[in-house]
């Protein structure tokens, strides 16, 4: 794994849980041109919506994200890159996915949650504890533009 000052289909992003026992420190979202397309589509709803007001947000089912913690042993550069900004583009080979470390929590009910203005969240559950993964927001909008590089800002 290696970070990238350019778009990747990796974003490495900071996340957090609620739980008292287990640890949740950040995500990888997986930025496919398919995810872009569904993204775009997603966006247009909230555009109909955005004027009514009892309307916060929406939620979708999307597994696009894995979330992981901190290791000493494996990549601790995440966890520098991360102290930096809340989130970064990555260069990731799936044997780098391997080596990191997961929630102890099995992980259920993926969804991405997107507000009005255009910024998501990913959330996921466990599966047996109901304790809350969540990521920092991002925004869906700069993340969907094919035509410009992303600028990422702490």
């Known amino acids: 794994m290696k970070r990238s000052d350019i778009p990747t289909e990796f974003l490495l992003v ?60 494996y990549y601790p550069v ?18 780098d996915l391997k080596e990191l470390k997961q929630p102890k929590n099995s992980l259920c009910h993926y969804q991405m949650q997107i507000s009005k203005d255009g910024n998501a969240i990913y959330k996921a559950y466990g599966k047996h504890t109901e304790e809350e993964f969540r990521t920092v927001e991002f925004s869906l909008w700069e993340l969907i533009d094919f035509n410009a590089h992303l600028v990422i800002n702490p």
Not at 20 to 32: K, M, Q, S, V
Not at 36 to 59: A, F, G, P, Y
């Open 14 to 73: 900071k996340a957090k849980t609620n739980s008292e026992w287990d640890a949740c420190d950040f995500a990888i979202i997986n930025i496919t041109a398919e995810w872009k397309q569904t993204q775009k589509k997603r966006l247009e709803v909230i555009k109909i919506i955005e004027t009514d007001e009892d309307i916060k947000s929406l939620n979708y089912f999307d597994t696009h994200v894995e979330f992981f913690r901190f290791s000493k042993v």
């Open 78 to 95: 995440v966890e520098e890159w991360l102290s930096e900004r809340n989130r970064v583009f990555i260069e990731l080979e799936k044997e």
